[in-house]
């Protein structure tokens, strides 16, 4: 009897982490035409990109004196990590030459860094205005 309790209570413990685990569960980054782009305002992030980051990422984002943040090596990176971890980066160290950008300009980034991956159509201008 006693083991079957704590067998049971071992249940609801995964449970409650499972769930817990899920009530958080971070956005992971998912690349592939259609696919969801994480929270942030993209034409927002759009505007920011072609202000700043062109420069060294190039407008295409094909890369330039930095590396590209679209095609297969770049998703390569990203797949399946966490949306934040990649604003994260981008808050801390991008503008390469003068980072530090708050939060929120970082999270536009990446929903614009996703869109031009998932959903360019939904971009001004389309993907590399084509
Ligand atoms: C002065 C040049 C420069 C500018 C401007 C710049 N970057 Fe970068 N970026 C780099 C370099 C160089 C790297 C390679 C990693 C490193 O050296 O830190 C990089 C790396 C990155 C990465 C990681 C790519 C990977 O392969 O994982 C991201 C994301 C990124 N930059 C986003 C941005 C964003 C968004 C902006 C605009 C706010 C920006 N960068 C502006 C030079 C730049």
Sequence with gaps: MKKRW???GCIALTIAWTSA???QSPV???FGPGKPVPPGDASMGQNMFTAIC?????SDLSG???PPLTGPSFYKIWQGRRADALSDLIRNTMPKDDPGMSERAARDLVAFIVTYANRPESLKGGQNGK
Aim: net charge positive; proline share 0%; aromatic share 18%.
């Design 54 to 58: 062109w420069a060294c990422h190039s």
């Design 21 to 23: 685990a899920a009530a």
């Design 28 to 30: 992971t980054l998912d």
């Design 6 to 8: 704590r067998f049971a």
């Design 64 to 66: 330039y004196k930095g």
